[in-house]
């Protein structure tokens, strides 16, 4: 089984001595080493499957690992085997320990669209970008475990936010919610102040294997220091090459901290690169070299020595673009390739509109990295919020929402109404709706109005967790007539995509449902986790166009990698520690390629109505020159833009003869 790693590979796979680092370079495999290992546990060392936790940060890289290790296993039992993200476990560790914590099995999980509501009606303010610095003060204080009542206010508007903190956690508690930092943030105080669940998780996970370690912040640290507790059995993978994460609390000294915290760790290196050609991973090796490193490694590859590294000199933005996408299809058709197999990669969102216009001009297909999720879609938040409801009557949000889509006749007058007097009696939108002082505060027809609903829900929640999973979602959108208001309410063909997407989501509910046999109830917190539809992940031919930071993870045959600017990369203002995160920025695009690498940048770019002059940046400066070949605008021999297109017409001419 192990056959098939190479030595270093191997050692990481077998090693069961103690705590284990293993330093994965770009490219080096780290995936077949997790899985392996996994298979390895159940196979030779007679674990149980349930018994091993293997914790990543996304759910498709969770999916990758589940299939991987299935077919290691070939059909062996994997029963009760953990695959999960950081949130999955935190959401079925609190599941399993809620009586603890005075929650209920099936609290809600709020997104950021539902917790935004929240602070903007705790600051009763409409202001977009106050409220999100507020989510941001606030969910940094939960990660660094500051209570309300432990907040320095600093300054005025830091006590204003201490104030709303404790006033947003109030909230939460009266819900029966919780928000994506409570599912790290609560398993850690439930272990701290519950010996007893820490022993039972212990007992029940009892190898830990955490990928892209140097992702993970102080709560996630904590939460894997206490599940290994004194036994410490676990296999740690992460690149400190490749910590890109600091703005939202990922901490690069949790991989060097490993160190003073067990001082029996083994650390070893995965230096062996698959993905790339032996120029590209030179360029990239010397580039990080001028970072402080406290692990060194060197990347490396059979791959043979590869096409030089091409520098581009635009004169602008709109001629980067131009020439980008010229080089781009001559290459396709050249070579015969698929559009998959090219990325324009960029620091920021905004640099992908001149790429994209170009693109279009073209007639070439490309996808966007960042587009809106499938679950952030108004139609699958409409069905969700009565799913939410379902599981959990306390759940205001959703019962407002519920309630509201499709429109039944309660306005916001009687909510108004409902909801002071539920604030007032300190209970939810939906128990207040039962009590006998409501038939006196609405009138008849509006009170029958209110109860018909919440009756409707009661009795789904009766029978949410004994019944078919499927049965009730196609009880409910007969029920509530969610197709026609649809119709009555959108154009037609609006309407038909808007239902089309329902029917996905629902039809992926029922058939996950059946899969992993779980009932409506248990699938409503996993719907607040997943990114994605399976099967909506399959790669169309097409460009793709993406940050940076969105494309770590992901290879491509041919990279460009544009925007290669002072002020952009790096990014405008960065310190010295934020320098070595944008170079680590510069190495990870650099690694995503595997046969050919362009970088350009532009000599002016418009701001505005005015263009301003740009520096290239500083981090081409420290690549190899030797590897280096600059064109563009310093070139000599720079094609014209017409001469470009006339060559391009040339070939689409010959390769369309028969």
């Known amino acids: ?303 043979g020595i590869g096409d030089a590294i091409r520098i581009y000199a635009a004169r602008d933005d709109e001629h980067e673009a131009e020439s980008v996408v010229m080089k781009l299809v001559t290459h396709k058709l050249e070579h015969q390739t698929r559009f998959s197999d090219y990325a324009i990669l960029y620091r920021s969102n905004y640099l992908s509109r001149a790429f994209e216009e170009q693109l279009r001009a073209q007639r070439v297909p490309y996808t966007v990295s960042g587009g809106t999720s499938f679950f952030d879609k108004s139609e699958i938040k409409d069905i969700t919020a009565y799913l939410r409801l379902i599981a959990n009557p306390d759940d205001d949000p959703a019962f407002i929402r519920a309630i509201t889509t499709p429109k039944r006749g309660i306005g916001n007058t009687t909510l108004e109404k409902l909801g002071s007097f539920a604030g007032s009696r300190h209970i939810s939108l939906f128990e207040a709706a039962f009590e006998a002082e409501m038939n006196e505060l609405l009138p008849p027809r509006l009170h029958e109005d209110l109860m018909v609903f919440c009756r409707f829900i009661s009795r789904l929640e009766a029978r949410a967790d004994k019944e078919p999973c499927g049965e009730l979602l196609d009880e409910l959108l007969r029920a509530i007539g969610y197709e026609a208001w649809l119709y009555d309410s959108f154009e037609a063909r609006q309407a038909e995509v808007k239902w089309k997407n329902v029917d996905d989501f629902t039809g992926w509910l029922k058939r996950k449902a059946e899969a992993d046999g779980k009932s409506l109830l248990e699938m409503v917190q996993t719907i607040a986790l997943i990114n994605m539809l399976d099967g909506r992940d399959e790669v169309p031919d097409a460009v793709s166009l993406s940050t940076l930071h969105a494309a770590k993870g992901l290879e491509f045959p041919h990279v460009f990698i544009v925007g290669a600017e002072e002020d952009i990369l790096p990014f405008r203002d960065s310190d010295e520690k934020g320098i070595e995160e944008e170079r680590r920025l510069m190495y990870v695009g650099i690694t995503r390629a595997e046969r050919s690498l362009q970088i350009s940048y532009c000599k002016r770019r418009r701001k505005g109505r005015d263009w301003a002059l740009c520096e290239p940046s500083r981090f081409l400066e420290e690549m190899p020159q030797s590897e280096l070949v600059h064109a563009g605008v310093h070139a000599e021999a720079v094609v014209s833009k017409d001469e470009g297109m006339n060559k391009l017409a040339r070939l689409k001419a010959m390769l369309a003869k028969p």
């Open 1 to 303: 089984m192990l056959s098939k790693l190479n030595a270093e590979q191997r050692e990481a796979a077998m090693y069961l001595g103690g705590p284990l680092l293993v330093l994965a370079g770009a490219g080096s495999g780290k995936t077949r080493v997790i899985t392996h290992k996994i298979a390895y546990l159940v196979e030779e060392c007679g674990y149980e499957a349930k018994n091993i936790a293997a914790i990543t940060f996304t759910n498709k890289a969770a999916n990758e690992m589940k299939e991987r290790v299935g077919t290691l296993l070939q059909g062996k039992d994997a029963k009760g085997l953990v695959v999960s993200t950081f949130h999955s476990l935190g959401m079925n560790i609190l599941r399993a320990e809620a009586a603890l914590l005075g929650y209920k099995p099936q609290f809600s999980i709020f997104d950021s669209s539902d917790t935004f509501k929240i602070f903007s009606e705790l600051a009763n303010s409409g202001d977009k970008q106050e409220i999100r610095t507020m989510q941001t003060q606030v969910s940094n204080w939960k990660s660094a475990f500051i209570s309300p009542g432990q907040v320095v206010a600093d300054s005025a508007e830091t006590e204003v936010h201490a104030r709303i903190y404790a006033r947003y956690q109030e909230t939460l508690r009266a819900y029966q919610a919780m928000d994506f930092d409570d599912l790290i943030h609560l398993p850690v105080l439930l272990f701290k102040e519950y010996p007893e669940a820490l022993s039972r998780w212990q007992q029940r996970l009892r190898y830990l294997l955490i990928d892209e370690y140097q992702d993970t912040n102080d709560c996630q640290y904590q939460l894997t220091r206490l599940l290994a507790g004194t036994r410490a059995a676990f296999t740690a993978v992460g690149d400190d090459d490749q910590a890109i994460y600091a703005w939202r609390g990922a901490s690069i000294a949790n991989l060097h901290n490993l160190r003073n915290d067990y001082s029996q760790l083994r650390v070893i290196k995965l230096e062996q690169n698959y993905r790339s050609s032996q120029r590209i991973l030179k360029v990239a090796n010397q580039l990080i070299n001028h970072n402080t490193k406290v692990f060194e490694k060197k990347l490396w590859s059979d791959h």
